[in-house]
């Protein structure tokens, strides 16, 4: 078994590698192949896989290219973790929008479009070359906004292309957590879009348990979700949101404590990173030491402004390692076996909420064995949540249809649409701001 990965010289690469040591049965992946654009990052991250092997008997081979079509070819999954304009176009991402007072956040508002303004040509581009080099692989798509990414590239693979993100199984991890139940015996009720969904319920042996935590105000009060968004907002809502709609619940405080922040979250990875790789220049430098220091780092800081703003304290040890590489490898062996499992996955709506069509990615539990991920049939979301969703997929399809008219216009219109843009004005000034930085945008005339 082949597996392919895309920015394979990205930071993320080593959990991934981690997850494959771990799986010794039979149709495991036995041949990875990184591709990157960068030589250099493919030797660092090629130097930590290498110390993550030592001790394994039958590691899988490892070899990296920068040749795309080399790479894909004849590969059986491909995942793809690119980062189109490196991190320091993350941070120009935040530092144009929160001049114009709003977010830039890599997937929420202003930022989210205008990573997805850059990476949908390249990620359509990657699409059409599985389709003719490897038609039979199927295509993991981890790259962010991981919604709207996974939904451009399903209209060159249809269901061979499926999104994944580590927030929902994290959400639910907590929740079960919290009520003593076993996260694998639960059934996570949730929907939405990427990183704008709502844990509706957690079913335990058919019964429903989340309402004994939104009955108890000190219960709510203890995990991640309830710490951020509080125990009365979670009471009001009737259900327990993704950590990502902090930026919209509380949109105000964020957007201040991302403006009074020392360095936004893309700048402090940028250069965090970025000592990293430097340091994987040095031969005698422990590789894996290295790596598993800037992760933890990574890991402890990941939405601390959110978590300042909220007086939400530290992360807890639980939380820090998220699971990206363990819903991956899941899905992977589901589909590879045959082992029939459920799973939150972004795929095709194909009818399971009837306010979007059905080729709108959405986030949602998914049934997966060797056809691929089938969406189970969920409730339908209530009034405010559906206006979100309707609302956030709109700008998404501005946003393609942008990237593949070059249309300014319409450019403008994906960020003008957006509930956290509050001006059409600012959305004129966020394409100059961002055609200004970004040369991925140079195509919108
Ligand atoms: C969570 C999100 C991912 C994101 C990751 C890392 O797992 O679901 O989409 O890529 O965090 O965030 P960071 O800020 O460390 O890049
Ligand atoms: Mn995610």
């Known amino acids: 078994m082949k597996l392919t990965i895309l920015g394979g010289g990205g930071f993320r690469v080593p959990l991934v590698y981690g997850a494959l040591l771990g799986d010794r049965a039979e149709g495991r992946v036995t041949h990875v192949v990184l591709h990157d654009l960068d030589a250099e990052r493919l030797s660092a991250v090629t130097r930590v896989l290498a110390e993550q092997a030592a001790q394994v008997p039958d590691a899988p081979e490892v070899t990296a290219t920068t040749d795309l079509d080399e790479a894909l070819r004849g590969a059986d999954f491909v995942f793809s973790a690119i980062r189109v304009g490196g991190l320091e176009g ?134 991640e979700e309830g710490k951020l968004f509080g125990p009365d907002w979670l009471q009001s809502l009737g259900a327990v949101p993704n950590e990502y709609l902090h930026y919209y619940y509380f949109n105000r405080e964020t957007v201040r404590a991302y403006s009074q922040a020392e360095k936004t979250r893309g700048a402090f990875l940028r250069d965090q990173q970025a000592g990293f790789y430097e340091e994987m220049k040095r031969p005698e430098a422990s590789a894996l030491t290295a790596w598993d220091r800037t992760r933890a780092e990574r890991e402890a800081t990941y939405m601390s402004e959110n978590r300042e703003s909220a007086g939400a304290g530290e992360r807890e040890a639980d939380d820090l390692s998220g699971g990206y590489e363990k819903v991956a490898l899941a899905l992977m062996r589901a589909i590879a076996r045959d082992e029939r499992t459920t799973l939150i996955l972004n795929v095709r709506n194909q009818g399971t909420l009837s306010v979007l069509d059905a080729d709108a990615v959405i986030e949602v539990p998914c049934l997966v064995d060797a056809n691929g991920a089938h969406p189970v049939a969920v409730a339908p979301l209530p009034d405010h949540a559906t206006g979100l969703v309707c609302a956030v997929k709109a700008v998404e399809r501005e946003v393609l249809a942008a990237a593949e008219s070059g249309s300014r216009a319409t450019a403008v219109k994906a960020f003008a649409l957006h509930p956290l843009v509050d001006s059409v004005n600012v959305a004129r000034r966020l394409v100059e701001g961002y055609t200004e930085v970004h040369p991925g945008l140079a195509y919108l005339g």
Request: charged share 20%; glycine share 12%.
């Open 90 to 223: 993350r941070a120009n991402d935040e530092r144009v929008a929160l001049a114009q007072g709003v977010l830039g956040q890599e997937t929420v508002g202003a930022g989210g479009i205008a990573y997805g303004l850059r990476t949908v040509p390249v990620a359509v581009d990657i699409a059409r070359r599985v389709a003719r080099l490897a038609p039979d692989a199927w295509v993991i798509n981890f790259t962010n906004p991981a919604g709207l990414v996974t939904e451009a590239m399903s209209r060159h693979l249809a269901g061979r292309v499926i999104g994944i993100c580590d927030s929902p199984v994290g959400l639910g991890r907590r929740i079960a957590r919290v009520l003593g139940a076993n996260p694998r015996e639960a059934f996570i009720d949730y929907v939405g879009l990427n990183h704008l969904g709502w844990v509706r319920g957690l079913r335990v042996a058919g019964r429903d348990e989340l309402p004994r935590l939104l009955a108890d105000t000190e219960l709510l009060g203890s995990f």
